[in-house]
């Protein structure tokens, strides 16, 4: 509820503020980074996974500076056991409208993210998928845009790719707000 509120203040402060909150969720990725490698059991270890709701607000032609701290998260995150989540309605937010430099490097950006799940898009939003993720194929981009609630592509580096059908107990929707009619 906070996010909203500060979102509804315009993008340049909601960006101060996830860059905030971001810094401090990445304080805590060098001690998960000690307490792991003092595990001898794989299954001890504990992983940080960093979500960025309305990541087209940081990760933008708008905002360079914001896709450069992402870019280095990015980057460095999985050192750490760590893994960043891009939080977004359409693949079109993330993408830019003309070449640019900030648009190689959003590329780069998808490039570097082992594990997409795209849910149902928006035809429009086809292009764009293109172009973040030119590992799928004209069929799976055309799959998503008929998926029912609940299903998924997950792609897991550029060979696998699964389609998933998620369910979510009645009860458990209460937290999703807006997903209680589905």
Not at 4 to 26: F, H
């Amino acid at each position: 509820a906070l996010a909203i509120c500060i979102k509804s203040q315009g993008d340049r402060l909601y960006s101060a503020y996830l860059y905030c909150v971001i810094s401090l969720c990445w304080d805590q990725l060098p001690a998960n980074k000690l307490r792991n490698q003092r595990q001898t059991n794989d299954l001890d270890r504990s992983n940080i996974a960093i979500v960025i709701p309305e990541a087209h607000s940081m990760l933008s032609e708008n905002n360079p500076q914001g896709t450069a701290f992402i870019e280095q998260l990015v980057r460095r995150a999985r050192k750490y056991d760590a893994g960043i989540w891009f939080d977004s309605q359409h693949a079109s937010d993330f993408f830019p409208r003309h070449e640019s430099p900030i648009a190689e490097k959003i590329r780069t950006i998808f490039s570097l993210v082992q594990y997409k799940a795209v849910l149902r898009q928006d035809g429009a939003d086809k292009d764009a998928l293109r172009l973040l993720m030119p590992h799928m194929t004209e069929s799976e981009l055309d799959a998503t845009i008929s998926f029912e609630p609940g299903q998924m592509l997950l792609s897991i580096g550029s060979e696998t790719k699964l389609k998933l059908q998620c369910y979510i107990p009645k009860e458990d929707l209460v937290v999703f707000g807006g997903g209680r009619e589905k």
